[in-house]
């Protein structure tokens, strides 16, 4: 299976980007994480992503906060989906990084999720890579089948309090 690649433009991201960690190791996904930084290490994130789809990378993350360059910086060198992470670290609470991240020109795709949405990012890096692999895909819809028993159970408890009124 191809490993997921979680990018993050400072150790200050990590809080947030521990979400993705967590939610690739639940579904037995590889990846390699580093702090790499668009402005502050330029040619290493360049490097990296010339080179990630050779190193078995599918997927790579990008987490960055402030003017968040470092998730359009390494599509700009890769073929490989990139999905930004914008980060809420600092005055302006993630709106900064948020548009950074996802106004991307035309042939320069990046998959933006919400502000911290670290989770989310690596369940769609676990959906892609989930295309050619059939017991990720089996995990997923799993996740689904508990995520509708979760609701199911919170309104039948809710239906219950509101009985009590
Ligand atoms: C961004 O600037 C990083 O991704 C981080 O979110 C923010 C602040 O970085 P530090 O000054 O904490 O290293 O590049």
């Known amino acids: 299976m191809k490993k997921v690649a ?15 960690i967590a ?8 990846y390699e994480a580093h702090v790499m930084s668009a402005h502050r290490t330029p040619d290493q994130a360049a490097e990296f992503s010339k080179n990630a789809r050779e190193n078995g990378f599918g997927v790579i993350l990008a987490a ?3 003017a968040a360059h470092l998730a359009g910086v390494l599509a700009a060198h890769t073929t490989l989906p990139v999905i930004g992470i914008p980060i809420k670290s600092s005055t302006l609470d993630g709106l900064d990084a948020l548009l950074a991240t996802v106004q991307m020109p035309s042939g320069v ?9 670290a989770e989310n990012a690596a369940l769609l890096a676990v959906q892609i890579l989930a295309l050619s692999d059939e017991t990720l895909a089996q995990k997923l819809k799993g ?11 919170a309104d039948a408890q809710l239906q219950q309090e509101l009985q009590a009124l």
């Not at 979680?6 to 993705?20: E, H, Q, T, Y």
């Not at 795709?109 to 949405?117: L, N, R, S, W």
């Open 143 to 153: 996740m689904k089948t508990n995520m509708r028993a979760g609701v199911a159970d």
């Open 64 to 66: 960055a906060g402030k």
């Open 109 to 117: 795709p990046v998959a933006t999720v919400a502000i911290d949405g």
């Open 6 to 20: 979680v990018i993050m433009g400072s150790k200050s991201d990590l809080p947030v980007v521990k979400k993705a």
């Open 23 to 30: 939610k690739l190791q639940e579904f037995g996904v590889g």
